[in-house]
């Protein structure tokens, strides 16, 4: 015999070969890649001395599996991120490239192309879980074969919450300051009359750490209590966590109610028990109209309760400046 003639194809019936070699040895070890995963048939020939191929062996069978891609345990960051992450792995041996794919956190899937073993996002912005995963691609004559892919790797993403929150007054004006916080594109300003947030006397958005509110606005004068509060703004336009403070608080008020037959007396005072001067007094019950009436300058107000009926009256107070405040009293 002069030669032998081997054959490898993912078809028993040897239709397309996807390796034909020629070889003087009894044995042959290939250059091609094969299939990843992939259940292969081969035969052999032998040719005589005119090269005249003779008959083809029995089919024999094998499965040929390529390297994986592993990643790397530290390239899988447990729990919440807020930085951008390296996606790193083991190399495969003699892979030409590897392909990333990742799937966002809004259903965004993306494949990537890179002849290094860790990859770093441009970009990384929303919340939610991310995940990816890799396989290495080797060459196959002219063109090349993906191996498998590795398991699923995922990743937390989570915005930042600005932090060392702090409000300067200066005379009339306010100043209100924060650390950067990272991955920050921006972060949003808000200012309101109450701790919710329903009642918004500003809004802005800013790339700096820093932000003079114009005072423009009927709420900042004086008469309420005020609050600030900052978000981290990613490069998505995903708003982070809110890191609330208060501006301006609103004093307390004392109230109490001295009974005198029908007549009640309320006395209305603030935090160091001084007399409140002027505050409404809104008095309701069932069977009369609403009564409203304003403290004298020893904080005080009767209220005739001649025609309230058996049950709660209600007193509620308010003066600007102060906490609104509800008192209530049983009528027998």
């Given amino acids: 015999m002069r030669r032998y003639r081997i054959q490898v194809d993912e078809d028993p019936s040897f239709s397309d070969p996807i390796?034909?070699?020629?070889?003087?040895?009894?044995?042959?070890?290939?250059g091609a890649t094969y299939p990843a995963d992939s259940h292969l048939y081969w035969r052999?020939?032998?040719?005589?001395?005119?090269?005249?191929?003779?008959?083809?062996?029995?089919?024999?069978?094998?499965?040929?599996?390529?390297?994986?891609a592993s990643p790397k345990p530290?390239?899988?960051?447990?729990?919440l991120t807020e930085i951008i992450p390296t996606l790193a792995w083991h190399a495969a041996e003699r892979a030409v490239f590897y392909e990333v794919h990742v799937e966002q956190v809004d259903g965004?899937?993306?494949?990537?192309?890179?002849?290094?073993?860790?990859?770093?996002?441009?970009?990384?912005?929303?919340?939610g879980v991310?995940?990816?995963?890799?396989?290495?691609?080797?060459?196959?004559?002219?063109?090349?074969?993906?191996?498998?892919?590795?398991?699923w790797q995922y990743i937390t993403r989570h915005i930042a919450t600005p932090s060392g929150i702090h409000t300067l007054k200066q005379g009339r004006g306010i100043a209100l300051s924060w650390a950067p916080a990272p991955m920050a594109k921006q972060y949003r300003v808000e200012i309101a009359t109450d701790n919710s947030f329903s009642a918004l006397i500003e809004r802005a958005t800013t790339a700096n750490t820093?932000?003079?509110?114009?005072?423009?606005?009927?709420?900042?004068?004086?008469a309420k209590p005020?609050?600030?509060?900052?978000?981290?703004?990613?490069?998505?336009?995903?708003?982070g966590g809110w890191a609330t403070t208060a501006i301006r608080n609103a004093k307390a008020m004392r109230v109490k109610l001295s009974k005198r037959g029908r007549t009640v007396v309320v006395r209305v005072k603030d935090g160091k028990k001084r007399a409140v001067k002027g505050a409404l007094v809104r008095v309701?019950?069932?069977?009369?109209?609403?009564?409203?009436k304003r403290t004298g300058g020893r904080g005080t107000v009767k209220v005739a309760l001649r025609k309230a009926k058996r049950g709660t009256v209600l007193f509620h107070v308010e003066k600007r400046g102060y906490a609104p405040k509800d008192v209530k009293l049983r009528m027998r």
């Avoid at 860790?118 to 929303?126: N, V």
């Avoid at 820093?210 to 004086?222: E, F, L, R």
């Avoid at 005020?226 to 708003?239: I, Q």
């Fill in 74 to 79: 530290d390239s899988d960051p447990s729990g």
């Fill in 284 to 292: 309701t019950a069932r069977g009369m109209t609403t009564v409203r």
């Fill in 44 to 68: 052999v020939r032998a040719d005589d001395e005119n090269l005249i191929g003779l008959t083809w062996s029995d089919a024999g069978e094998f499965n040929r599996s390529l390297p994986a």
């Fill in 130 to 151: 991310w995940k990816w995963r890799v396989r290495a691609h080797f060459r196959s004559g002219i063109t090349d074969v993906g191996g498998p892919w590795s398991e």
């Fill in 19 to 30: 390796d034909d070699v020629v070889t003087d040895s009894t044995s042959m070890t290939s």
């Fill in 226 to 239: 005020l609050y600030w509060r900052v978000a981290t703004v990613d490069e998505g336009n995903n708003l």
């Fill in 210 to 222: 820093s932000y003079a509110p114009k005072m423009t606005s009927p709420g900042y004068d004086g």
């Fill in 108 to 127: 965004t899937k993306r494949s990537f192309k890179t002849w290094s073993t860790a990859l770093t996002p441009i970009a990384f912005y929303g919340t």
